[in-house]
T-cell receptor, first 116, second 115 residues
Framework: AQSVTQLGSHVSVSEGALVLLRCNYS??????LFWYVQYPNQGLQLLLK??????LVKGINGFEAEFKKSETSFHLTKPSAHMSDAAEYFC??????????????FGKGTHLIIQP | KAGVTQTPRYLIKTRGQQVTLSCSPI?????VSWYQQTPGQGLQFLFE???????NKGNFPGRFSGRQFSNSRSEMNVSTLELGDSALYLC??????????????FGPGTRLLVL
């Protein structure tokens, strides 16, 4: 079984400040991890994904995440927040079963608020 | 290339009715997955279709079903609607189902309200 825990349902940062969104996973097999963003009334857009090639993953819009196996974490960061980053962020895990890849298992999401 | 499209975008139904939602994947993508998003339960995997066959299923009752056509378009059906079925239903497409690290591309969703 696999699961994802996102600490903090709401995170508020000032424009220009560091963004840190936390994600911890549980998986009995090597995980593949994803971060998605959802803007109001829209679907999900992939920010970045970890596929075991490198522990530090760079994504779109200046976001990056670091896979830490010892801490079972995959936290999302951005050095300087922009007003346009305000959205809901989801961490997800996926693993392979006997028949191939399972569906994505999502965390509950973190609503990022940017203060002017 | 056009993205994933879902129709209709909004739907209102009453308890006991049934509903059919449609999803057209990105051109060339053959795998379609469906997810339910609610404030209480979050995002949950419903099922995945590939080559007109359901190859994976989440933990949902049999009232939830789907199918895929030869052109990879997919529909999902919910019968005997309950109030708790009110949700945003998201469709995602990918090239093939067996690659774990493959990106799933999501559509804008269909928002279903059950009264």
């Amino acid at each position: 079984a696999q699961s994802v825990t996102q600490l903090g349902s709401h995170v508020s940062v000032s424009e220009g400040a560091l963004v840190l969104l936390r994600c911890n996973y549980s998986s009995s097999v090597p995980p593949y991890l994803f971060w998605y963003v959802q803007y109001p009334n829209q679907g999900l857009q992939l920010l970045l994904k970890y596929t075991s090639a490198a522990t530090l993953v760079k994504g779109i819009n200046g976001f990056e995440a670091e896979f830490k196996k010892s801490e079972t974490s995959f936290h999302l960061t951005k050095p300087s927040a922009h007003m346009s980053d305000a959205a809901e962020y989801f961490c997800a895990v996926r693993s392979a079963s006997g028949g191939g890849a399972d569906g994505l298992t999502f965390g509950k999401g973190t609503h990022l608020i940017i203060q002017p | 290339k056009a993205g994933v499209t879902q129709t209709p975008r909004y739907l209102i139904k009453t308890r006991g009715q049934q509903v059919t939602l449609s999803c057209s994947p990105i051109s060339g993508h053959r795998s379609v997955s469906w997810y339910q998003q609610t404030p209480g339960q979050g995002l949950q995997f419903l099922f995945e279709y590939f080559s007109e066959t359901q190859r994976n299923k989440g933990n949902f009752p049999g009232r939830f079903s789907g199918r895929q056509f030869s052109n990879s378009r997919s529909e999902m059906n919910v019968s005997t609607l309950e109030l708790g079925d009110s949700a945003l239903y998201l469709c995602a497409s990918s090239l093939s189902p067996g690659v774990v690290q493959e990106t799933q591309y999501f559509g804008p969703g269909t928002r279903l309200l059950v009264l």
